[in-house]
């Protein structure tokens, strides 16, 4: 994954590699342990048609982690900002996974609804705006909101990066993937 690749790099730079490569074991522990503690459930979301809607810095990680650790295929990647290094970058990584989704660069709101529309993925990787515009499209079972703006509040401040990183991205998708199944209808009346 990405952390392991971006570790034992660091540890070959250092030279330190053996040290890189305890730290690499530990974590892959650590996550492994945590899904099988926590009941993971990655089974329902194995070879799902998904879309990543994010800018540059979080959208190109995603695709590699959506293919090797959630067994996805993305069926769009839609970058909201990138120059010409990232759009090396994702082409490099779509290579190097051997996948030719749609790609779009510099994307608004009206480009992802119709990208969205169009493709129609079980999944979308995205923000609380991709939330709103996957609503009404058939066939968009789920929409993982892993990227600014997101509609829950104790997602701030939280690791994306490392292992610890992974494990709070794999509870972000796990409270989505259940929020499915919890009604959308205002169950109360305020008092005030």
Request: aromatic letters at 10%; glycine letters at 8%.
């Amino acid at each position: 994954t990405n952390a392991r690749r971006w570790l034992i790099e660091l540890g070959k730079a250092l030279d330190v590699a053996g040290v890189a490569e305890g730290m690499v074991a530990e974590g892959e522990r650590m996550v492994v342990e945590q899904c099988r503690r926590k009941g993971f459930d990655l089974f329902s979301l194995s070879r799902l048609s998904t879309a990543i809607v994010a800018d540059a810095t979080v959208g190109i990680p995603i695709v590699r982690l959506a293919v090797e650790d959630l067994e996805m295929v993305p069926a769009l990647v839609s970058l909201r900002s990138s120059g010409k290094a990232a759009e090396g970058l994702l082409g490099n990584e779509l290579r190097d996974l051997r996948l030719s989704p749609n790609v779009v660069y510099h994307t608004d709101l009206y480009r992802v609804r119709k990208s969205l529309a169009e493709m129609r993925p079980k999944t979308v990787f995205g923000s609380n705006i991709e939330r709103h515009a996957a609503e009404g499209l058939d066939g968009i079972d789920y929409v993982f909101q892993l990227i600014n703006p997101i509609q829950r509040f104790r997602m701030i401040d939280r690791e994306y990066f490392g292992y610890t990183g992974i494990l709070n991205i794999f509870e972000s998708i796990q409270n989505d993937f259940w929020d499915r199944y919890r009604s959308k209808r205002k169950r109360y009346e305020a008092r005030w």
